[in-house]
């Protein structure tokens, strides 16, 4: 994660300054919010080979693509 910047102490802005603070502030959490949504949104891969591990491998599909080893 990256790191944030600490809140600047009150002593040290001047005077008429709070807003532009508090605006950057705002700005900084607008800009982490829209490249947090940009890395949510990008593509992980093709999982069609995985897809096709669970299919073969899981019991909820035993006899549909293999066959059954115990027929009644």
Known sequence: MRKTKSKPVESHIFDGMASAVAYQAEAAE??????L?????????NINHRAG??????????GKVQPV????
Do not use: V
């Open 30 to 35: 607008e800009y982490q919010g829209a490249e």
């Open 37 to 45: 949504t940009a890395r949510l949104r990008e593509p992980l891969g």
């Open 53 to 62: 591990e669970l299919e073969r491998d899981s019991p909820l599909f035993f």
């Open 69 to 72: 080893l115990f027929e009644r």
